[in-house]
C-alpha cells in the first residue's frame, strides 16, 4: 500500500467476508483504515471453531470456481492449496435416496422430469441458461433477475417440484422454504449449483491471519453510534473490551453487517434507512459436526439433503473426511433456534435417517460441535431491484456511509467478499 496525500481515514464495521473486502479494497487504495469487530474473531458466519484441536468452520467454507474475486484475495496472502470438493449430490425424495453424480444434461432433464411437470422443467431450464450465460444473473440485482415478478417460487412451480429439487436449494442458501424466497432471487441459486467447489487445505485462518497483518483489526470493539453532523458521517463511538464508550473520529464508514443489525445504528441518523434495511427477513441456522469413531459415509454417497424435517442436508466435512459428519438444520421445521436437549433428538434423527438410506450400522461418536444463528440466512424481499433503489436514494442524504453484506447481491462467499468492494468504491468515489 502507498499512502497518498488525499488518503482518508475509514472504519468498516463487521468482520466477515462482506467487511474483509471493504477494508482491504481502502487498504489497497491507499486509505487508512480499521476494521471493527465486536466478537473475538474474525470471519463472521463462517463460524470458526475446533472439534479436537482441528479448527473447523462451522459456516461457510466451500469455495467455488467461480469465486473471482474471493480466490484473487486469497492468492495475495500467499500460495494457497485447494482440494476439490465436488461431492456426490444425493437427496431424499418421497423416502428413496436419489443421487446425481455428474448426470450430464440430459440426465439433470431426466431428473427434473421426474421431479416435476414439463412446464416446471422447461421455466427451470431456461431460468438456468439465463444463469450460465451470463455472469451477472449469479447476483441479485440483475437485468433479468431483478426484472422477475415479484412471486414467490411456490407461485411459480408446482408442489412436487418445490419439495424435490428448489427445496434443497433454498433451504441451503436461504434457510427459507420456496414459498418464502422469491423469483427474483432464483438466479442466486441457479449460480451456486452450476458452479464447483474447493476448500482451502488449511481452512480460511491463515488467511485472515495474513489480512489481520495488513489491515489494523480492532477485535471486541461494540459501536455504540454513528455520529454525522451537518450531513455527514464524522465517527463513531466505540466501546472496547468493555470499557466506556469513546468517539472516534472518521471520514467515512462501511456498515458491513446484517440488514436487521445496521438497521439498529442507523435508526438515530437516517430513520428512512433504518426502516427500509428491517424489510429484510433472515431465518435461523444450526450447524453440528461429529466426528465419528469410523467412516460413515462412503464413496459413493458423500452427501444427503432431505424433503422434510428439521435437518436440511447431512454430509462430510472434507472430501476425505468420511468420518467427520456436518448436519444442517434449516427450514421451517428448524424454527425456533433448539434449545440443547431438542438439538440433541434432532442430531439423533438426522443421523438414524441417514444411516438407514445408507444401510450403516450404528457408530459410536467421538465427540460433537454445534453453532446456531439466529440470523444465520437472508431471505430478501420481494422486489429487489426497487429496495436497492431506495438505499441508494436514502444513503445518499449521509454522506461518507456506505453497505456492505449478503442481502445486497446474495449470500454466497464470492457475492459477499464482492459487496464490501463495492461499498469502499462507492465510499472512494
Same mark, same amino acid.
Given at each position: 500500500?502507498?499512502?497518498?496525500?488525499?488518503?482518508?481515514?475509514?472504519?468498516?464495521?463487521?468482520?466477515?467476508?462482506?467487511?474483509?473486502?471493504?477494508?482491504?479494497?481502502?487498504?489497497?487504495?491507499?486509505?487508512?483504515?480499521?476494521?471493527? +469487530?465486536?466478537?473475538?474473531?474474525?470471519?463472521?458466519?463462517?463460524?470458526?471453531?475446533?472439534?479436537?484441536?482441528?479448527?473447523?468452520?462451522?459456516?461457510?467454507?466451500?469455495?467455488?470456481?467461480?469465486?473471482?474475486?474471493?480466490?484473487?484475495?486469497?492468492?495475495?496472502?500467499? +500460495?494457497?492449496?485447494?482440494?476439490?470438493?465436488?461431492?456426490?449430490?444425493?437427496?431424499?425424495?418421497?423416502?428413496?435416496?436419489?443421487?446425481?453424480?455428474?448426470?450430464?444434461?440430459?440426465?439433470?432433464?431426466?431428473?427434473?422430469?421426474?421431479?416435476?411437470?414439463?412446464?416446471?422443467?422447461?421455466?427451470?431450464?431456461?431460468?438456468?441458461? /439465463?444463469?450460465?450465460?451470463? +455472469?451477472?444473473?449469479?447476483?441479485?440485482?440483475?437485468?433479468?433477475?431483478?426484472?422477475?415478478?415479484?412471486?414467490?417460487?411456490?407461485?411459480?412451480?408446482?408442489?412436487?417440484?418445490?419439495?424435490?429439487?428448489?427445496?434443497?436449494?433454498?433451504?441451503?442458501?436461504?434457510?427459507?422454504?420456496?414459498?418464502?424466497?422469491?423469483?427474483?432471487?432464483?438466479?442466486?441459486?441457479?449460480?451456486?449449483?452450476?458452479?464447483?467447489?474447493?476448500?482451502?487445505?488449511?481452512?480460511?485462518?491463515?488467511?485472515?491471519?495474513?489480512?489481520?497483518?495488513?489491515?489494523?483489526?480492532?477485535?471486541?470493539?461494540?459501536?455504540?453510534?454513528?455520529?454525522?453532523?451537518?450531513? /455527514?458521517?464524522?465517527?463513531?463511538?466505540?466501546?472496547?473490551?468493555?470499557?466506556?464508550?469513546?468517539?472516534?473520529?472518521?471520514?467515512?464508514?462501511?456498515?458491513?453487517?446484517?440488514?436487521?443489525?445496521?438497521?439498529?445504528?442507523?435508526?438515530?441518523?437516517?430513520?428512512?434507512?433504518?426502516?427500509?434495511?428491517? +424489510?429484510?427477513?433472515?431465518?435461523?441456522?444450526?450447524?453440528?459436526?461429529?466426528?465419528?469413531?469410523?467412516?460413515?459415509?462412503?464413496?459413493?454417497?458423500?452427501?444427503?439433503?432431505?424433503?422434510?424435517?428439521?435437518?436440511?442436508?447431512?454430509?462430510?466435512?472434507?472430501?476425505?473426511?468420511?468420518?467427520?459428519? /456436518?448436519?444442517?438444520?434449516?427450514?421451517?421445521?428448524?424454527?425456533?433456534?433448539?434449545?440443547?436437549?431438542?438439538?440433541?433428538?434432532?442430531?439423533? *434423527?438426522?443421523?438414524?435417517?441417514?444411516?438407514?438410506?445408507? *444401510?450403516?450400522?450404528?457408530?459410536?461418536?467421538?465427540?460433537?460441535?454445534?453453532?446456531?444463528?439466529?440470523?444465520?440466512?437472508?431471505?430478501?424481499?420481494?422486489?429487489?431491484?426497487?429496495?436497492?433503489?431506495?438505499?441508494?436514494?436514502?444513503?445518499?442524504?449521509?454522506?461518507?456511509?456506505?453497505?456492505?453484506?449478503?442481502?445486497?447481491?446474495?449470500?454466497?462467499?464470492?457475492?459477499?467478499?464482492?459487496?464490501?468492494?463495492?461499498?469502499?468504491?462507492?465510499?472512494?468515489?
Amino acid at each position: 500500500m502507498t499512502t497518498t496525500a488525499s488518503a482518508k481515514r475509514y472504519a468498516v464495521i463487521g468482520g466477515g467476508l462482506s467487511g474483509i473486502g471493504a477494508a482491504f479494497a481502502l487498504h489497497r487504495a491507499g486509505h487508512t483504515v480499521e476494521l471493527l +469487530e465486536q466478537d473475538a474473531v474474525l470471519g463472521g458466519r463462517c463460524g470458526f471453531d475446533s472439534l479436537g484441536g482441528r479448527p473447523i468452520m462451522m459456516g461457510g467454507k466451500n469455495i467455488g470456481r467461480r469465486y473471482t474475486e474471493l480466490r484473487a484475495f486469497i492468492a495475495d496472502s500467499g +500460495e494457497r492449496a485447494y482440494e476439490p470438493f465436488g461431492i456426490n449430490s444425493s437427496q431424499i425424495v418421497d423416502g428413496e435416496l436419489v443421487t446425481l453424480d455428474n448426470p450430464g444434461v440430459a440426465g439433470f432433464l431426466r431428473h427434473l422430469l421426474r421431479m416435476g411437470s414439463p412446464i416446471d422443467a422447461a421455466r427451470l431450464l431456461y431460468y438456468g441458461a /439465463r444463469v450460465r450465460f451470463d +455472469e451477472s444473473n449469479r447476483y441479485l440485482g440483475s437485468d433479468c433477475f431483478g426484472k422477475a415478478e415479484s412471486a414467490t417460487l411456490d407461485a411459480r412451480f408446482g408442489a412436487d417440484f418445490c419439495r424435490s429439487v428448489l427445496r434443497p436449494l433454498t433451504v441451503r442458501l436461504n434457510a427459507a422454504e420456496p414459498g418464502e424466497v422469491y423469483l427474483g432471487a432464483l438466479g442466486v441459486g441457479l449460480g451456486m449449483v452450476q458452479d464447483r467447489y474447493d476448500q482451502l487445505v488449511d481452512g480460511m485462518q491463515p488467511v485472515l491471519d495474513w489480512f489481520a497483518a495488513q489491515v489494523p483489526v480492532r477485535l471486541g470493539t461494540r459501536v455504540d453510534r454513528i455520529v454525522a453532523r451537518d450531513g /455527514r458521517v464524522i465517527g463513531l463511538d466505540l466501546a472496547e473490551n468493555g470499557r466506556a464508550a469513546e468517539f472516534s473520529a472518521y471520514d467515512g464508514v462501511v456498515l458491513a453487517i446484517p440488514a436487521h443489525a445496521a438497521a439498529v445504528l442507523l435508526e438515530p441518523v437516517v430513520p428512512a434507512l433504518s426502516k427500509t434495511l428491517n +424489510e429484510v427477513a433472515y431465518h435461523p441456522s444450526t450447524v453440528a459436526v461429529v466426528h465419528y469413531e469410523q467412516p460413515f459415509f462412503g464413496s459413493d454417497v458423500r452427501s444427503i439433503a432431505f424433503d422434510s424435517g428439521p435437518c436440511s442436508a447431512a454430509g462430510v466435512y472434507g472430501v476425505n473426511d468420511l468420518d467427520i459428519v /456436518r448436519y444442517t438444520f434449516s427450514g421451517r421445521d428448524a424454527r425456533p433456534i433448539p434449545d440443547a436437549l431438542l438439538l440433541a433428538q434432532w442430531i439423533d *434423527d438426522a443421523e438414524a435417517r441417514v444411516r438407514g438410506c445408507l *444401510d450403516r450400522p450404528a457408530i459410536s461418536r467421538v465427540r460433537t460441535e454445534t453453532r446456531s444463528w439466529a440470523a444465520a440466512h437472508c431471505a430478501y424481499l420481494p422486489d429487489h431491484t426497487g429496495f436497492r433503489a431506495r438505499l441508494r436514494e436514502q444513503l445518499d442524504s449521509v454522506a461518507g456511509l456506505q453497505l456492505a453484506g449478503d442481502y445486497l447481491l446474495g449470500a454466497q462467499l464470492e457475492a459477499c467478499y464482492r459487496s464490501g468492494i463495492a461499498a469502499a468504491t462507492a465510499l472512494t468515489a
